[in-house]
T-cell receptor
Framework: SQQGEEDPQALSIQEGENATMNCSYK?????LQWYRQNSGRGLVHLILIRSNEREKHSGRLRVTLDTSKKSSSLLITASRAADTASYFCAHNAGGTSYGKLTFGQGTILTVHP | GAVVSQHPSWVICKSGTSVKIECRSLDFQATTMFWYRQFPKQSLMLMAT?????????EQGVEKDKFLINHASLTLSTLTVTSAHPEDSSFYIC???????????????FGSGTRLTVV
């Protein structure tokens, strides 16, 4: 069964705006990962943040992690129409770095040109 | 980078027939493969975990006799949907796990998915 909640479930913004997606989880984690999925395609790994990290950047992506609240956020700055996709957070089962991934429910992001 | 090739990308089959989906890791050895099912606008649901050379471990509620998984080599895993019915229509995605060189973190590379439609 899927664990974790993501909000919003759907987000619609204009090109150039920032998009923030949130993810919550229920168990202890070793790391938390964010993935992107274009419609009808597989998942692409975006960024991984370890449990001892609080913030991480990669290009226009910024991820934060609050282990005390068991939550993470993904910020996409200066969004582009090409950022339109579904975004999922995921973590390994059992607090390991190698267990099966459990995915959040996902956020469908639509960026209007 | 690591690539997982999944075929076919889409398939339409008649009810009662079987369909085989292949996932190959092209430039690395995948000792473990995961198979997921995804319904429209929903998240990925793990169906089973397969380790090379051993039987797959199925998640609760997944029929092992209906979804046959074979992981006979370090680069190939297959999912066969047997006696397919319209309710099996879905998007199936595989994922191969690999260890990052010199690190304890494992990476997961996903195939591009297979859209199965049973008519």
């Amino acid at each position: 069964s899927q664990q974790g909640e993501e909000d919003p479930q759907a987000l619609s913004i204009q090109e150039g705006e920032n998009a923030t997606m949130n993810c919550s989880y229920k168990t202890s984690i070793n790391n938390l990962q964010w993935y992107r999925q274009n419609s009808g395609r597989g998942l692409v790994h975006l960024i991984l943040i370890r449990s001892n990290e609080r913030e991480k950047h990669s290009g226009r992506l910024r991820v934060t992690l609050d282990t005390s609240k068991k939550s993470s956020s993904l910020l996409i700055t200066a969004s582009r129409a090409a950022d339109t996709a579904s975004y999922f957070c995921a973590h390994n089962a059992g607090g390991t770095s190698y267990g099966k991934l459990t995915f959040g429910q996902g956020t469908i992001l639509t960026v209007h040109p | 980078g690591a690539v997982v090739s999944q075929h076919p990308s889409w398939v339409i089959c008649k009810s009662g027939t079987s369909v085989k989906i292949e996932c190959r890791s092209l430039d690395f050895q995948a000792t473990t493969m995961f198979w997921y099912r995804q319904f429209p606008k929903q998240s990925l649901m793990l169906m089973a975990t397969s380790n090379e050379g051993s039987k797959a471990t199925y998640e609760q509620g997944v029929e092992k006799d209906k979804f046959l998984i074979n992981h006979a080599s370090l680069t190939l895993s297959t999912l066969t949907v047997t006696s397919a019915h319209p309710e099996d229509s879905s998007f199936y995605i595989c994922s191969a796990r690999r260890r990052h060189t010199g690190g304890a973190i494992y990476g997961y590379t996903f195939g591009s998915g297979t859209r199965l439609t049973v008519v």
